[in-house]
């Protein structure tokens, strides 16, 4: 087991590099990166910080392209090369693209993943930050999932093609027809003072006084926060957990060894908690972490910007808007790092939960 968790370890490593090298190929090939956007800020009066007092010493200068000194950025024309290299060199684009990629890996190392273009502070402080709010909705969202869907699902097997079969599928269907977003502003509506009651909060995780309230209190208002964005991921995910739950119960009952325990004497309860369970929860149980991950990464973006949340959805969406390419970098590390971690604790708890499975010993 251990040489297995090893060489699973190691594989992180060059499947890391592949994912940061090909996105570091794509991001290159990109229009628009952030030296051309300071540019562009630059020509039209709207630079900021060092270039904005940089670009007022040229504003009346015009030079052309060609004679920018070989610059490829396009929107560099109209300013003196001078100008456009330092800015090259701010943003560290006077280093060749392999160089510059080097040199990300190097720091990647190090778990030094740079400084933001443009919110003046290091990428790792803002992944702190926002990490909270991620981790929240991620796993409050998929806890609740699991705890509807396996009962659910469990349910809809043990009482296949009954009226409950019927109408819990009909709801299901509905649950998960609708968008995410669009029940998280149905929610707005009806329950934070969008035009009926106003008994949950608009925005944020917790309120503006929370660090004065007491122990209790901060759990409280944290909850009272967390329903809404929660209460919308779940509406649209436990649809699919609830059918795979309750089609491995149904292929499991059809087994053998069910029809064999009943056979001797076994009742209900005792054949479906003491031999089907486990079978059949396998690939339910072992799949959490992927669910997690899931919910973490790409599940919430739309509804932390529905209820202000300022998590790691929002973060990376907003770098590559803005083509902070420190930003998008460091949370595709932290996203891929922690993804392959979990993978390797999906398949760990495979082998947990049916100690049959042995992946140590395929090669």
């Known amino acids: ?73 396009r929107g560099s024309r109209g300013l003196p090369p001078d100008l456009v290299e330092r800015i090259e060199a701010m943003y560290g684009f006077d280093k060749p693209a392999h160089q510059r990629f080097w040199l990300m890996l190097k720091n990647y190392a190090r778990f030094d993943l740079g400084e933001s273009y443009y919110r003046e502070r290091s990428v790792s402080g803002l992944i702190a930050d926002r990490l909270p709010v991620s981790i929240s909705l991620g796993l409050w969202s998929t806890l609740i999932t699991y705890l509807i869907s396996i009962p659910l699902g469990i349910r809809k097997a043990m009482r296949h093609g009954t009226p409950f079969d019927m109408w819990t599928s009909s709801a ?21 003072g969008g035009s009926y009651w106003d008994i949950f909060p608009l925005r944020g995780l917790v309120s503006d006084h929370w660090e004065e309230l007491s122990i209790m209190g901060k759990a409280l208002d944290y909850l009272w926060h967390i329903t809404l964005p929660t209460f919308a991921i779940v509406i649209g995910s436990f649809a699919t957990l609830t059918m795979l739950t309750k089609n491995s119960f149904m292929d499991e009952i059809g087994k053998q060894y069910v029809l064999t325990a009943r056979a001797k004497g076994l009742n209900e309860n005792q054949v479906l908690y003491r ?6 929860m396998l690939i339910v149980i072992a799949g959490f972490p992927a669910a997690f991950i899931g919910v973490f990464f790409t599940g919430v973006l739309l509804i932390e910007y529905v209820f202000s949340l300022d998590g790691l959805g929002l973060l990376g969406f907003e770098a590559v808007i803005q083509r902070d390419y420190p930003v998008v970098f460091g949370t595709l590390f932290v996203f891929t790092l922690l993804g392959l971690l979990l993978k390797l604790i999906s398949d760990l708890t495979y082998m947990w939960v049916d100690p049959r499975i042995d992946f140590a010993s395929r090669h």
């Open 1 to 73: 087991m251990a040489a297995y968790i090893l060489r699973r370890l190691l594989l992180i490593v060059p499947t890391l590099l592949g994912i940061l090298l090909l996105n570091f190929v794509v991001v290159q090939a990109a229009p628009g990166g952030p030296v051309e956007r300071m540019v562009s800020q630059l020509k039209s009066g709207h630079g900021h910080g060092q270039g904005s007092s940089t670009g007022s010493q040229f504003a009346g200068t015009r030079v052309d392209v060609a004679e920018s000194r070989g610059s490829d950025y």
């Open 172 to 192: 299901i269907i509905v649950g998960y027809a609708i968008p995410s977003f669009l029940f998280a502003i149905l929610l707005i509506v009806l329950f934070a």
């Open 275 to 280: 031999h089907v369970f486990r079978n059949a």
